[in-house]
Nanobody, 117 residues
Framework: QVQLVESGGGLVQPGGSLRLSCAASGIIFSMYDMGWYRQAPGKQRELVATITRQHRTNYADSVKGRFSISRDNAKNTVYVYLQMSSLKTEETAVYFC?????????WGQGTQVTVSS
């Protein structure tokens, strides 16, 4: 069973940076593409960034040049990271990790990111 656990969220001022982490277990990591999504209050969940098994990346237009997704499966626990910079107040949301493209689709529970002065 795939388990995804996000961490790294918190309160940050506009223009600040955060690094989110997603620890993945219970999967053969190399079989899955991974992604970060976010959901703001009253809005639908939206794609932020994805990274394929071949490490090809894709970003929402709104975050290009400011966010960076990466994956590290060299360790015992594999991780997917989202480095976020120049954060905006409208990017306040719960950020979710997703594993897809393999035998099943799985979501983490999310981590809250609040961008506020």
């Amino acid at each position: 069973q795939v388990q995804l656990v996000e961490s790294g969220g918190g309160l940050v001022q506009p223009g600040g940076s955060l690094r989110l982490s997603c620890a993945a277990s219970g999967i053969i990591f190399s079989m899955y593409d991974m992604g970060w999504y976010r959901q703001a209050p009253g809005k639908q969940r939206e794609l932020v960034a994805t990274i394929t098994r071949q490490h090809r990346t894709n970003y929402a237009d709104s975050v290009k040049g400011r966010f960076s997704i990466s994956r590290d499966n060299a360790k015992n626990t594999v991780y997917v990271y989202l480095q976020m910079s120049s954060l905006k107040t409208e990017e306040t949301a719960v950020y979710f990790c997703k594993a897809f493209g393999g035998p099943e689709v799985s979501w983490g529970q999310g981590t809250q990111v609040t961008v506020s002065s």
